[in-house]
């Protein structure tokens, strides 16, 4: 009997094995395409919320606002997580992608920073401001810009440098790809810079920005899928980690002082 028990063990032994990495290899992947900060750090969190429900996350980092719609909509990802709604709109319908948001994870306010002047008042007659060139981040910051007294610009959602109606100080807007904003405050009075980039130049927007945008920016950083995929299970596992308490609190306790701020 006592050998038939140590055979019976040690096939079961066997058998949970086999079956553990059986489960291990079925896991389905999701492949998701982020910008490095604060992308990659909230989808490390998810990752392992993912991992228990049989879901292996792949995280690709990318340092364009281009490439990742165009791996998604080819089927290079399974979902992306850098842009905001209003970006992500106005690229599908320009570059016909089927592509849509499935959800809302953080806000990224959009700051002033310069290495020259540290308020307002100082931007002088003829100063020389860069923004994003993208059609969504361009108008955020013309906004911004209006909002802080420097500007003025007409009604409308996508609005160009054409559309400044009133620009008292004379100031010179120069539109140039988003990344590469925070290596130009050498050569301009201040610069507009989108959260992330600034973060990754050691600019903190609480304490660095010289004005910001509101908490209330309808600008939230989604997660993005194709429109054909939207009610696959893993999608929905997804949203569920990325919507998750814990995510949130990683959000609250450690973007949160950096002036990035939940969504949901």
């Not at 007409?154 to 539109?175: A, F, Q, S, Y």
């Not at 893993?234 to 959000?251: M, Q, T």
């Amino acid at each position: 009997m006592k050998k038939i028990s140590i055979k019976l063990s040690a096939i079961a032994l066997t058998v949970s094995i086999l079956a553990g990495a059986a489960f291990a290899a079925d896991k389905t992947e999701i492949v998701i395409g982020v910008t490095p900060f604060p992308h990659a750090e909230i989808a490390k969190i998810a990752s392992p919320l993912l991992e228990a429900e049989g879901y292996k996350l792949e995280i690709k980092e990318f340092n364009d606002y281009i490439t990742p719609n165009i791996a998604l909509s080819d089927g290079s990802l399974t979902a992306n997580f850098f842009q905001h709604v209003p970006y992500l709109e106005n690229m599908a319908s320009e570059q016909k992608l089927d592509i849509t948001w499935v959800a809302k994870v953080h806000i990224e306010p959009l700051g002033l920073y310069s290495k020259k002047i540290k308020s307002l008042d100082e931007i002088k007659e003829g100063a020389s401001i860069a923004i994003p060139d993208d059609p969504t981040n361009g108008a955020r910051a013309l906004r911004l810009l209006e909002k802080a007294g420097l500007i003025k610009v007409k009604e409308g959602e996508l609005i160009t440098v054409r559309d400044v109606t009133d620009n008292p100080r004379g100031i010179k807007i120069v539109e140039l790809e988003a990344a590469s904003l925070p290596r130009t405050l050498d050569d301009t009075t201040a610069s507009v810079i989108n959260t992330n980039y600034a973060v990754e130049a050691d600019l903190i927007p609480s304490r660095d920005a010289i004005t910001i945008e509101d908490k209330d920016s309808p600008y939230a950083n989604v997660v993005a899928v194709r429109a054909a995929d939207v009610d696959k299970p893993e999608i929905k596992a997804l949203v569920k980690a990325i919507n998750s308490p814990e995510v949130k609190k990683f959000i609250e306790d450690e973007l949160v002082p950096k002036g990035i701020v939940p969504a949901f």
